[in-house]
């Protein structure tokens, strides 16, 4: 199945706009494991085991495992996530960016050593640096667009005078996502739920991409402003919270209270669907 085909497969089965993202820090981890990054993979995986009914994907950032040497531990939390719900694809957070002859080691990292259904790209190289991913058939990549971090401005809202109609960065890197670059119509794009005029005026640019939306919950987006902006019946987007549904309790009922932290975030999402 492709990955589009997952992803709307998932919304439904789960009724869920929901992405649980996987960001392991032991330092923060319960008691019994804490400090200990032997047992990332395991905190993850009790992560999973109490979500699985509940998100339309989950989203590992990749820094979280090789800052502590865990590459091995994500091979194997995806290869747990396909058995326990193989019916929820796996984006792969790691925004890689770099030449052709590089992204073709990158995808093949991403697609085939972990075996991840999409993977996050900068576009700040251009379609050489792209192209790469979209060759693996069926495959997803979501573009960087207008990111969820306050410097994201530095760039993402400069204007492109060159450019017919003087679009922002951002605005661009939508309307080359939803047209020439979606060669094998996998691709979607990143927008930060911090900024909801933006989500807006990227659907209205790019209507039938699937959205990243990171940014509720630690970040403090605004969940109900992001579904109004950004949803359409046939356009998944996919809301990313990591930390408030990891840490929502930092006692050994950490994966209940994830639970419940991710159906308290699942059902306000859907609460604001129009
Ligand atoms: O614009 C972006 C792009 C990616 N991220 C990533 O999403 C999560 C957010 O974590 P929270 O704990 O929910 O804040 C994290 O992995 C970021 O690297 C983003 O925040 N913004």
Redesign the pocket.
Known sequence: MKFLEMLRAAQERNGSMLCV?L?PEPRRFPAALRGDATRIGEFCARIVDATADLVIAY?P?IAYFAAHRAEDQLERLIAHIRKVAPHVPVIL?AKRGDIGATAEQYAIEAFERYGADAV?LSPFMGFDSVEPYLKHEGKGAFL?CR???PG?DDLQNQRLASIEGSPLLYEHVARLAQGPWNLNGQLGL?V?ATYPNEIERVRAIAPTLPLLI??????GGDAVATVRAGWRPDAPIVV?????ILYASSGDDYAQAARREAEKTRALLASARP
């Open positions: 993202g960001d989203k950032q957070d996050t960087l990111t969820s971090n994201g990143v930060g990171p940014g509720v919950g630690a970040q990313n919270s990591s930390r408030a």
